[in-house]
């Protein structure tokens, strides 16, 4: 099977399943042709809709008339109609956030975006991490999320056996398997399957891990790179054995304050089986779906913003949410094993 029969299989799956169409919806394609994968994800979407006998329009996006683009969209469609936009880099928009408008006036939105991120040798990994796994979501989700929700203990033990420990309770979970009836917004960014939460008490984790992959300051390309240590004490990076790069990031993050911390937020389990240790995608994005393990380090955090209020108070200068991916070896929750590296979640 070659790349874009299985991107249309995949695209046809994302609709049917998480975007439950109906024959009498119609579906918009706002896409450009910037990057190999956007051209792929176009003409996959195309085909897809003539399987599915559904009516759809193209509209190929142009900067100069982004402004533009929301009402061109409400023109052509009604409530419940589906728009999948395809962005090799980012639609940049000068007035109003149109992509949270479409939501807001009721339509649904498949997102792709910053493709041109994705290597040539990458395209495919990233075409399987857009495979419909829907049903391994739940299931995974529906174990895994109680358990750091009651949690008193979670143990990350890295490839070299470094442990890392959170020891006291977790915050609530979130997630994105796909599920998107139960959102505000109908709406996601592709590839999806992920869980994430926090320390309810950022300072009760402590350890060691391995990092593998982090992200440039330039450009935001995630580098993989041969696994170095990270010591954390108390919720903060003490220390790391990185490269140069590495540590020109640690720098930029510690200006976010005046004590000149690097916090350690979100804890990250991904879910995608179609995007395992080695099958690296340079788009940071995407590749957070990697089945594994990450944290983001930096102070900036949208879902769990509240928890430095007390400190720093509303109005902080948050700048900074760098995700790291973490050579994990297992996960336990409360003694359970629920990853390991050779074979997966459970």
């Excluded at 592709?190 to 060691?208: H, R, V």
Aim: hydrophobic share 35%; net charge negative.
């Amino acid at each position: 099977m070659n790349i874009l029969e299985k991107a249309t299989i995949n695209i046809k799956d994302i609709l049917i399943t998480n975007y439950k169409i109906e024959k009498n919806n119609k579906v918009i394609i706002v896409y450009d042709e910037k990057s190999i994968l956007s051209s792929i994800l176009k003409e996959a979407s195309k085909l897809a809709l003539k399987e599915l006998k559904n009516d759809y329009e193209e509209i190929e996006f142009f900067e100069e008339d982004s402004e533009n683009i929301a009402d061109l969209v409400f023109e052509k469609t009604k409530k419940e109609d589906i728009i999948i936009l395809i962005q090799s880099t980012s639609f940049r928009v000068s007035k109003y956030r149109w992509r949270n408008e479409l939501c807001f006036r009721g339509l649904k939105v498949v997102e792709f975006g910053h493709l041109h991120k994705v290597k040539e040798d990458e395209i495919m990994t990233f075409i399987k991490s857009l495979d419909c796994d829907f049903e391994h979501y739940v299931k995974i989700t529906n174990k895994i999320i109680p358990l750091i929700e009651k949690s008193k203990k979670i143990k990350f033990i890295s490839t070299d056996g470094s442990i890392l420990k959170y020891e006291k309770e977790m915050d609530k979970c979130l997630e994105n398997i796909g599920q998107l009836w139960n959102q505000t917004n109908w709406t996601t960014r592709f590839p999806i399957g992920e869980i994430i939460s926090e320390a309810k008490d950022l300072s009760t984790l402590n350890g060691e891990m391995l990092i593998y992959g982090y992200p440039k300051t330039d450009g935001q390309i995630t580098v993989f790179t041969q696994p170095f240590k990270c010591k954390i004490e108390n919720g903060f990076v003490i220390s790391h054995e990185g490269p140069k790069e590495f540590e020109e990031i640690i720098e930029m993050i510690k200006k976010e304050n005046e004590e000149n911390l690097v916090y350690v937020r979100e804890l990250g389990l991904g879910l995608n089986r179609g995007i395992k240790r080695f099958d690296l995608i340079s788009e940071p994005m995407a590749y957070e779906r990697v089945e594994g393990l990450h944290f983001s380090l930096g102070m900036k955090h949208g879902m769990y913003q509240k928890k430095l209020w007390p400190k720093y108070g509303k109005n902080f200068y948050q700048r900074y949410h760098i995700d790291i991916f973490i050579d994990v070896k297992e996960i336990f929750i409360d003694g359970i094993k629920i990853f390991d590296a050779e074979k997966g979640y459970f």
